[in-house]
């Protein structure tokens, strides 16, 4: 059984259901680059729509809103 794991996916508030996810994060100054890269980010997720916060408020549901099996707390997505 083929197994597709490229469905695109998308947190949204299990509160609320908003999009309007927000994470926590740090950058260095990369002198190299001339700019701020991303060197981490936090566990915890905020909902701009609620206000509400923490590690698990974020549902990964797909395109169509289905929540994908196995799912957890989602991938963690950096550029
Ligand atoms: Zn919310």
């Not at 947190?11 to 926590?24: F, K, N």
């Not at 260095?28 to 060197?39: G, H, I, N, P, V």
């Not at 809103?65 to 799912?71: I, K, M, R, S």
Request: aromatic content about 6%.
């Amino acid at each position: 059984m083929t197994q597709s794991t490229t469905v695109p996916l998308h947190p949204v508030c299990r509160h609320c259901g908003s999009d309007q996810i927000v994470r926590d994060a740090s950058a260095r100054w990369d002198a190299a680059a001339q700019a701020w890269t991303l060197s981490g980010v936090y566990d915890c997720h905020f909902c701009d729509t609620c206000n509400r916060e923490g590690d698990t408020l974020a549902q990964w549901t797909t395109a169509t809103g289905e929540e994908p099996e196995g799912a957890g707390s989602g991938p963690v997505p950096l550029p």
